[in-house]
């Protein structure tokens, strides 16, 4: 995982991809629409997507990873938390799906890791990154508005 301001994403030397997932980012703004956008075809492409957060003992609160892409998450309004759990130390809820790229995993307990994204912050996560997304920030439900770039792992300098 890597959780770091946008100003900072050239620290990482990822390769091209990377670069052109943050120029998509860079460009953004919080009235961009809420949709799907292709930026290299299947291989790299972003979801701006907004709703209201909540607490990780919801029905509706799921933990998940993924093998084929890895995902850059930033907030564009409000705040959200993730919950950061390691793969390999998780039991199997739902197989992974290799058309969706998603494995579902049992909530069994708070995660020890567990990270806020603001505007302006993001968080890069991996395979071995098992997240809970959409968690609330403070004691009240708010409302986040993101975006996540999915990037193909194939795309990336490792």
């Known amino acids: ?47 701006v997507m907004s709703y209201p957060t909540r607490d990780e ?19 564009l309004i ?3 938390r993730i919950a950061w759990y390691p793969t390999p130390s998780l039991i199997t809820k739902v197989p992974y799906d290799e058309k969706k790229d998603v494995q579902f995993f049992d909530y069994e307990r708070a995660a020890d890791v567990q990270v806020s994204m603001f505007p302006g912050t993001f968080v ?13 920030t403070s004691s009240e439900v708010g409302n986040v508005k993101k975006v996540v770039v999915k ?8």
């Open 1 to 47: 995982m890597i959780l770091d301001h946008i100003d900072n994403w050239r620290n990482y030397s990822l390769g091209p991809a990377w670069e052109k997932a943050f120029g998509f980012l860079g460009a953004l703004d919080p009235s961009a629409p809420e949709e799907e956008t292709k930026i290299e075809g299947d291989r790299l492409f972003a979801r």
């Open 57 to 75: 003992t919801s029905s509706n609160a799921v933990l998940e990873a993924h093998r084929r892409y890895a995902d850059i998450q930033m907030a």
């Open 78 to 80: 409000g705040s959200e």
């Open 124 to 136: 890069c996560l991996f395979p071995q990154d098992a997240h809970m997304p959409q968690l609330r």
């Open 151 to 158: 990037v193909d792992l194939d795309l990336l300098t490792m």
